[in-house]
């Protein structure tokens, strides 16, 4: 790796920690003018990593590929998947916003509520600021999930499902692996949001300590044990025999707490995240899991 290349990645980092750090859109809205989230993390994965065009296979030719999505945004200018890098990064909810939501059953606590909405709305203008940073500085860039053609629909084998997802890219990143409730669970825990940018650029790739083990670091998966998700579900969305079904999160939270949030908080999003909090992957890998990184 040559001096270059670790300044190109400083600079990524940077981009994204000063806008973190500086702009006016990340803040919950209230009073105490505290922030949306605690400090990102970011990573890196291959344009041509295998699980992007397996994540197409799976689920359906409507998924981009890194390449197709930068296709979309420089059409007089593409790019094949060996000759991109995938900045993905990680948005840890606050102490104080998990706190307030672990003390919740079944619906969501205010400051969830605002994270989920003026939060991801940070997270927007996050995606669009590092595309459009790297993309002056000569590094062709694009926020797939901002593009105009990103939407959900219906897998033929997975059911609703949209054509980029922010946890499946952290995962080939290095960012963390899929628990029960299908949240992805980050050395910073469960309770994040993430975002990601296809640029042309040259950076180094981030390891994945799992390798390709999915569920990795989730307890029900890898010893059986836990399922502390699906206790804290309300809709009874999540189960150790069936996993995460999605029609049925989805309507608890259109039906139930979306509309509860308007009325009671004024925001617009669709908040729950009742499985994020309360359990052992909140804020962490669950240590058991990483015995040599505890001796």
């Known amino acids: 790796m040559n001096s270059a290349t670790k300044a190109s990645l400083e600079k990524v980092e940077s981009i994204i920690q000063d806008f973190w750090a500086d702009a006016p859109g990340n803040s919950l ?52 998947d060996a000759e991109l890098k995938v900045i993905s990064y990680l948005l840890p909810q606050t102490p104080a916003t998990r706190a307030d939501q672990r003390r919740e059953q079944t619906l969501p606590a205010e400051r969830w509520a605002r994270s989920r909405d003026f939060g991801e709305k940070f997270n927007c203008e ?24 990103f939407n959900y629909r219906q897998s033929e084998t997975l059911g609703l499902a949209s054509n980029w997802s922010e946890r499946h890219t952290a995962f080939v990143a290095g960012l963390g692996t ?52 699906a206790k804290r579900c309300p809709a009874d969305a999540i189960s150790t025999v069936a996993g995460h079904d999605k029609t049925t999160c989805h309507r608890y939270i259109r039906e139930v707490t979306a509309p509860y949030s308007q009325q ?21 890998i669950p240590p058991t899991l990483l015995p040599g990184l505890l001796e």
């Open 178 to 229: 899929f628990g029960l409730s299908d949240g992805l669970i980050s050395p910073w825990g469960k309770a994040a949001r993430f975002g990601s940018v296809v640029a042309r650029i040259e950076l180094p790739v981030t390891p994945r300590p799992y390798g390709d083990n999915h569920h990795a670091w989730c307890l029900w998966y890898a010893k059986g044990t836990c399922g502390a998700c």
């Open 29 to 80: 809205q209230l009073d105490s003018g505290e922030k949306s989230w605690a400090e990102p993390h970011v990573a890196v994965a291959r344009g041509d990593d295998p699980f992007f065009a397996r994540f197409k296979q799976m689920i359906g030719p409507f998924y981009w590929t890194p390449a197709e999505a930068f296709a979309l945004a420089f059409p007089d200018d593409p790019a094949p």
């Open 126 to 149: 996050l995606r669009l600021h590092l595309a459009a940073t790297l993309t002056e500085a000569g590094f062709p860039a694009v926020a797939p999930e901002r593009l105009p053609g």
């Open 264 to 284: 009671r908080f004024g925001t617009s999003a669709t908040p729950c995240g009742l499985c994020q909090v309360k359990i052992p992957c909140e804020a962490q």
